[in-house]
């Protein structure tokens, strides 16, 4: 049942449905720097470059797991090494735009150490976009690198992120 009377206020469709917080988002535009939006939908990650200026929310540059496949990942985009290089995809667009500084937005996702979410920023911070973070909210090197996975994944891991080449 819904309060009623001249004093209620209906929230933004947004928040009611619990999609965005407004005051976190404000904080980040706020800043002035481009977002690094990072997303997990149920089969993969997206991370988008985001510059709000006249009033709107403009995409610099942006990556999506399922890219990976052109450059020979045959595993899932939604585990660690595919969120790391996604990341880094997504990272050496953002560098060859311009791009040298963001802030990480994760919208509603609470952030865990070593989540997937991390991956991600481990793989922007790796092409050499300068983001603030803590160090020890990201994976350990072996998880990225997918050595806790099946045989070879970590040499098809290598041979991506040869290919991507913002890597170290």
Do not use: C
Request: net charge positive; glycine share 12%.
């Amino acid at each position: 049942m819904m309060a009623t009377g001249p004093r209620y206020k209906v929230p933004f469709r947004r928040r009611r449905e619990g999609r965005t917080d407004y005051r976190h988002r404000a904080a980040l535009l706020r800043s002035g720097v481009p977002r690094a939006v990072v997303r997990r939908s149920n089969k993969g990650m997206s991370i988008q470059f985001i510059e709000y200026r006249d009033g709107a929310d403009f995409v610099v540059a942006s990556a999506v797991s399922k890219e990976l496949a052109k450059l020979g990942w045959t595993r899932p985009g939604k585990n660690s090494p595919g969120a790391y290089l996604t990341g880094l995809l997504a990272g050496t667009r953002a560098k060859e735009k311009g791009v040298e500084e963001a802030v990480l937005d994760i919208g509603l996702r609470e952030p865990t150490k070593g989540s997937l979410m991390f991956a991600a920023l481990k793989g922007l911070l790796d092409a050499g976009i300068d983001i603030p973070h803590g160090d020890k909210m990201l994976p350990p090197d072996d998880r990225v690198a997918g050595k806790h996975l099946r045989e070879g994944t970590s040499a098809a891991f290598e041979d991506v992120k040869k290919k991507i080449g913002g890597g170290e």
